[in-house]
């Protein structure tokens, strides 16, 4: 081929490659409308949220959870914690617990004593254990604590920085070998423990 006739040759566009087209195409699609993250998003459904956002909300929005066999749950204290949580945030009254446990049901013992909720009682279904929580509105937040860490008694300065907005404001649920108690009286007894739950 000679010079004329590379010069009457039309250039030929490079085409993009299949990444380019798929950057162009993703750019600021795959953000969450709530926190703006771009992890963890939520494709079905057209929600346009990350799994976060949505599993604060997903009663808000209409969705309900199914226990047994359709739907195995990983930690019954979180969901609790996290449904205790939403229902102070919706100004609600009262909210039921369900499925509970007897471990719960000290985390709620310890709630009540400590103001943060009106009462509680325990419902017993067929073998079902549920619990119908009364709300004061003086919860700001509850979150259960994962993974559990282990702290001795001298430890619980770390945590309090770490979890709770002030010195002497909130507590901290530590699981010890004298039981579920607050990490304020762990300190005082000189005990460690796991650490389960904070709220404020």
Same mark, same amino acid.
């Given at each position: 081929?000679?010079?004329? @006739?590379?010069? &009457? %040759?039309?250039? #030929?566009?490079?085409?993009?490659s299949? /990444?380019?087209?798929?950057?162009?195409?993703?750019?600021?699609?795959?953000?969450?409308?709530?926190?703006?993250?771009?992890?963890?998003?939520v494709?079905?459904?057209?929600?346009?949220?990350?799994?976060?956002?949505?599993?604060?909300?997903?009663?808000?929005?209409?969705?309900?959870?199914?226990?047994?066999?359709?739907?195995?749950?990983?930690?019954?204290?979180?969901?609790?914690?996290?449904?205790?949580?939403?229902? @102070?945030?919706? &100004? %609600?009254?009262? #909210?039921?617990?369900?499925?509970?446990? /007897?471990?719960?049901?000290?985390?709620?013992?310890?709630?009540?004593?400590?103001?943060?909720?009106?009462?509680?009682?325990?419902?017993?279904?067929?073998?079902?254990?549920?619990?119908?929580?009364?709300?004061?509105?003086?919860?700001?937040?509850?979150?259960?604590?994962?993974?559990?860490?282990?702290?001795?008694?001298n430890?619980?300065?770390?945590?309090?920085?770490?979890?709770?907005?002030?010195?002497?404001?909130?507590?901290?649920?530590?699981?010890?070998?004298?039981?579920l108690?607050?990490?304020?009286?762990?300190?005082?007894k000189?005990?460690?423990?796991?650490?389960?739950?904070?709220?404020y």
């Open positions: 081929m000679n010079q004329e @006739e590379a010069k &009457s %040759k039309p250039a #030929v566009k490079k085409q993009n299949k /990444n380019d087209k798929m950057k162009k195409r993703t750019v600021g699609i795959r953000q969450c409308k709530i926190c703006g993250t771009r992890k963890g998003m494709r079905k459904y057209s929600l346009g949220i990350c799994r976060r956002c949505f599993k604060d909300r997903a009663q808000d929005l209409g969705w309900e959870k199914y226990w047994g066999e359709i739907m195995a749950q990983q930690d019954p204290v979180m969901d609790a914690l996290t449904k205790l949580r939403n229902a @102070e945030v919706a &100004s %609600k009254t009262e #909210v039921v617990l369900m499925p509970a446990s /007897n471990f719960l049901g000290e985390i709620l013992k310890i709630a009540k004593d400590n103001g943060y909720i009106a009462d509680y009682k325990k419902n017993d279904n067929k073998g079902m254990i549920s619990f119908t929580v009364n709300l004061n509105g003086k919860m700001n937040l509850c979150k259960a604590i994962k993974p559990r860490y282990a702290v001795r008694n430890e619980f300065e770390k945590y309090e920085k770490r979890y709770l907005p002030a010195r002497d404001l909130g507590l901290i649920v530590v699981s010890t070998p004298q039981g108690m607050t990490h304020a009286q762990a300190k005082a000189g005990l460690g423990g796991r650490l389960i739950a904070f709220m």
